[in-house]
């Protein structure tokens, strides 16, 4: 079955909880893959190709530099301030960013493969349901993840 695949760099910032715990707030240039299978259409196409990228785009404009910050990491304590978000880690390291830089997200630990699952969540719910999809996100050019659905 024929794929029609476009890209997309995401620039954003993280905080990955690792086994000696968090490693230093930074950020990556994330580059997307997004690959779409199924049945040609009338027009003898997977999808147009200005269609998949415009919803590819409206998805991640939502963390385009952006901090992503779990929402399910007990080590993590996050207050909500007037226009700001304070975060504590569990090693007493505290953050301060202003609030409309940070973006939450429902996962425990902020990874390649969570940012991954979240962007294929969303996209989903916005692909025709008869289309299969994989999307891989390269956090470097030498490490990546591949997620299918």
């Known amino acids: 079955m024929p794929k029609a695949c476009v890209?997309?760099?995401i620039p954003l910032a993280h905080l990955v909880e690792r086994k000696e715990g968090f490693e230093?707030?930074?950020g990556h240039n994330y580059h997307v893959l997004l690959c779409i299978e199924k049945v040609l259409d009338e027009h003898r196409m997977v999808m147009d190709f200005s269609d998949i990228k415009s919803t590819l785009k409206s998805i991640c404009r939502k963390i385009?530099?952006?901090v992503l910050i779990p929402t399910e990491n007990p080590r993590l304590k996050v207050e909500l301030g007037k226009g700001s978000v304070k975060l504590k880690l569990q090693n007493g390291k505290e953050y301060i960013l202003p609030r409309e830089d940070v973006e939450f997200i429902p996962t425990r630990n902020v990874t390649a493969e969570e940012?991954?699952?979240h962007i294929l969540s969303k996209l989903k719910e916005l692909i025709p349901s008869d289309?299969?999809?994989e999307l891989t996100l390269y956090e470097t050019p030498s490490s990546f993840v591949k997620l299918e659905i």
């Open 115 to 117: 940012i991954a699952r």
């Open 24 to 26: 230093t707030l930074h």
């Open 64 to 66: 385009d530099h952006k």
């Open 7 to 9: 890209t997309h760099v």
């Open 131 to 133: 289309a299969k999809l």
